[in-house]
């Protein structure tokens, strides 16, 4: 549960201490209408040519992008790819980098082929050595490390297995964190988590996890189980499995697991998509942010990050607008009386595995305090219904003269935002009835309201749900508009 705009402004605040792999990211991008006639392979006509920094650099990219402020430690060889990212890096408003020098190895550049018709990927070329740093380099790094880990909010340690995150400069690293109070994240390469002993949260994909864990984590129940015995053993507080287009499980050390299914979205390149992933997870939980929140501010990210070519950052507005996207369905289309089209939308949400909330009101005029209600509800859940007072019952709430406008124009006002996915127009003087049908995750009300005077709140607790409280603001109400309004006009 979470509001989306007090979570953007405490992101702005933090400082992300990112340690990773740095690559050259290439993408060559043309058309393909023939084979060689050299060998049965496929002849590019390229047209377009770019470069982006990658690997651990696409996390600090996307740290920035999210709107925290990073400072970024890596490794390049003395060569021009070298050249290339030290100059990018520089460029990069928000990221102060601090790249050790290694003239025994080359800088790590990948060179990615692309079909530009069918952004299908055809061939990549590597420069690499894949092999761990030299005990002078290691020094090196860990040297650069330690003096910077007090200005962190938290630290992001990137393993793409490319020889700066060794055993020794991890242990040196996740150690002095630790004494410093400092949270780690890990997005790990490694099979053996046992050498990420200590930090705070692992980030692997499923073929990691699986290798890691010789397990098939084939089901969430099974990603689960084998979580535990891999959390004993790096000593972490949770475990993080991305799994493509079916989401994504975290296993906390204490507590149930929490799935989340994958946003669906057109994906035109994985590619840094797992970037995007640990970047935000590094910002949200720097914020304040609990683990659900951060998993489905992570979630909906990597979304995101999938629907665009080359190695792709995402910013604060693009994570905003696929958390509260705009209307599923035409605003006429989402307004329903609460006995019509009701049971096949949830029926549908909850087979998809949505997160359902509710929250509701007369919204006789609507103002910047419903606003925030609305927006901070839809940020807690995967779909948001609206209960709506009906005429007759606003009527009896608040007197003759309530409503100003009717219960049409109030609920098309409503259907109109972006939070809201369904208006459902009730008769009754509490939503009690509806709240026993939708069952919802969330129930959400202003914060002039306590937990027990939410109507509803035992239901919704009885089922597993939660009630969430938002913080009113203050000099705005329906009652004191209509009255100054009336004032005037008089």
Same mark, same amino acid.
């Given at each position: 549960?979470?509001?989306?705009?007090?979570? *953007?402004?405490?992101?702005?605040?933090?400082?992300?201490?990112?340690?990773?792999?740095?690559?050259?990211?290439?993408?060559?991008?043309?058309?393909?209408?023939?084979?060689?006639?050299?060998?049965?392979?496929?002849?590019?006509?390229?047209?377009?040519?770019?470069?982006?920094?990658?690997?651990?650099?696409?996390?600090?990219? &996307?740290?920035?992008?999210?709107?925290?402020?990073?400072?970024?430690?890596?490794?390049?060889?003395?060569?021009?790819?070298?050249?290339?990212?030290?100059?990018?890096?520089?460029?990069?408003?928000?990221?102060?980098?601090?790249?050790? *020098?290694?003239?025994?190895?080359? %800088?790590?550049?990948?060179?990615?082929? =692309?079909?530009?018709?069918?952004?299908?990927?055809?061939?990549?070329?590597?420069?690499?050595?894949?092999?761990?740093?030299? %005990?002078?380099?290691?020094?090196?790094?860990?040297?650069?490390?330690?003096?910077?880990?007090?200005?962190?909010?938290?630290?992001?340690?990137?393993?793409?297995?490319?020889? =700066?995150?060794?055993?020794?400069?991890?242990?040196?690293?996740?150690? !002095?964190?630790?004494?410093?109070?400092?949270?780690?994240?890990?997005?790990?390469?490694?099979? &053996?988590?046992?050498?990420?002993?200590?930090?705070?949260?692992?980030?692997?994909?499923?073929?990691?996890?699986?290798?890691?864990?010789?397990?098939?984590?084939?089901?969430?129940?099974?990603?689960?189980?084998?979580?535990?015995?891999?959390?004993?053993?790096?000593?972490?507080?949770?475990?993080?499995?991305?799994?493509?287009?079916?989401?994504?499980?975290?296993?906390?050390?204490?507590?149930?697991?929490?799935?989340?299914?994958?946003?669906?979205?057109?994906?035109?390149?994985?590619?840094?998509?797992?970037?995007?992933?640990?970047?935000?997870?590094?910002?949200?939980?720097?914020?304040?942010?609990?683990?659900?929140?951060?998993?489905?501010?992570?979630?909906?990210?990597?979304? =995101?990050?999938?629907?665009?070519?080359?190695?792709?950052?995402?910013?604060?507005?693009?994570?905003?607008?696929?958390?509260?996207?705009?209307?599923?369905?035409?605003?006429?289309?989402?307004?329903?009386? !609460?006995?019509?089209?009701?049971?096949?939308?949830?029926?549908?949400?909850?087979?998809?595995?949505?997160?359902?909330?509710?929250?509701?009101?007369?919204?006789?005029?609507?103002?910047?305090?419903?606003?925030?209600?609305? %927006?901070?509800?839809?940020?807690?859940?995967?779909?948001?219904?609206?209960?709506?007072?009906?005429?007759?019952?606003?009527?009896?709430?608040?007197?003759?003269?309530?409503?100003?406008?009717?219960?049409?124009?109030?609920?098309?006002?409503?259907?109109?935002?972006?939070?809201?996915?369904?208006?459902?127009?009730?008769?009754?003087?509490?939503?009690?009835?509806?709240? %026993?049908?939708?069952?919802? *995750?969330?129930?959400?009300?202003?914060?002039?309201?306590?937990?027990?005077? =939410?109507?509803?709140?035992?239901?919704?607790?009885?089922?597993?749900?939660?009630?969430?409280?938002?913080?009113?603001?203050?000099?705005?109400?329906?009652?004191?508009?209509?009255?100054?309004?009336?004032?005037?006009?008089?």
């Amino acid at each position: 549960m979470f509001d989306f705009e007090a979570l *953007s402004n405490a992101i702005a605040s933090q400082t992300i201490l990112c340690v990773g792999d740095l690559m050259l990211d290439e993408f060559v991008y043309g058309e393909v209408s023939r084979i060689s006639p050299e060998a049965p392979a496929p002849v590019i006509a390229v047209q377009r040519s770019e470069s982006n920094i990658g690997g651990a650099g696409n996390v600090a990219r &996307n740290v920035t992008s999210l709107g925290a402020g990073c400072i970024f430690v890596g490794l390049i060889g003395e060569d021009d790819a070298g050249a290339v990212l030290q100059s990018a890096l520089a460029r990069e408003a928000g990221i102060e980098s601090v790249l050790v *020098s290694d003239r025994t190895r080359p %800088t790590t550049r990948k060179v990615r082929f =692309v079909s530009d018709h069918f952004s299908t990927h055809l061939l990549r070329a590597d420069w690499e050595l894949a092999q761990p740093a030299s %005990t002078e380099v290691e020094q090196k790094l860990i040297d650069a490390i330690l003096p910077l880990l007090p200005r962190a909010d938290i630290v992001l340690l990137s393993d793409y297995a490319k020889g =700066v995150l060794t055993a020794r400069v991890i242990r040196n690293v996740i150690d !002095a964190a630790r004494k410093l109070g400092k949270r780690v994240i890990v997005d790990p390469k490694s099979a &053996n988590f046992a050498i990420y002993r200590g930090a705070t949260l692992l980030t692997p994909n499923r073929k990691e996890f699986s290798e890691a864990t010789r397990s098939r984590a084939d089901s969430e129940a099974g990603i689960a189980d084998a979580a535990q015995d891999a959390i004993r053993l790096a000593d972490c507080e949770a475990i993080l499995v991305t799994q493509s287009e079916h989401g994504m499980t975290l296993v906390p050390r204490r507590g149930e697991a929490i799935h989340v299914p994958a946003h669906p979205v057109k994906v035109r390149d994985v590619s840094g998509a797992g970037d995007t992933v640990a970047a935000v997870l590094a910002v949200t939980l720097a914020a304040g942010a609990d683990w659900e929140t951060a998993l489905r501010m992570a979630n909906a990210a990597a979304a =995101v990050a999938v629907g665009k070519k080359g190695t792709a950052t995402v910013t604060s507005a693009e994570l905003r607008r696929r958390i509260l996207p705009h209307a599923f369905l035409a605003a006429e289309e989402k307004i329903v009386a !609460a006995g019509g089209g009701l049971g096949a939308q949830l029926a549908d949400w909850r087979q998809r595995g949505l997160r359902v909330g509710f929250t509701n009101g007369c919204f006789d005029i609507l103002h910047p305090g419903h606003v925030k209600v609305l %927006t901070a509800a839809r940020g807690a859940c995967d779909r948001l219904i609206v209960g709506l007072n009906s005429d007759a019952s606003v009527k009896r709430l608040k007197g003759e003269g309530r409503p100003v406008q009717n219960e049409r124009a109030r609920a098309e006002v409503l259907a109109a935002l972006e939070a809201v996915d369904l208006v459902v127009i009730f008769e009754e003087d509490t939503p009690i009835t509806l709240i %026993t049908t939708i069952r919802p *995750s969330i129930l959400v009300k202003g914060g002039d309201y306590t937990r027990e005077q =939410v109507v509803g709140h035992d239901i919704v607790e009885a089922h597993g749900g939660e009630v969430l409280l938002v913080d009113v603001l203050p000099g705005f109400s329906t009652t004191s508009l209509v009255n100054r309004a009336r004032g005037d006009a008089a």
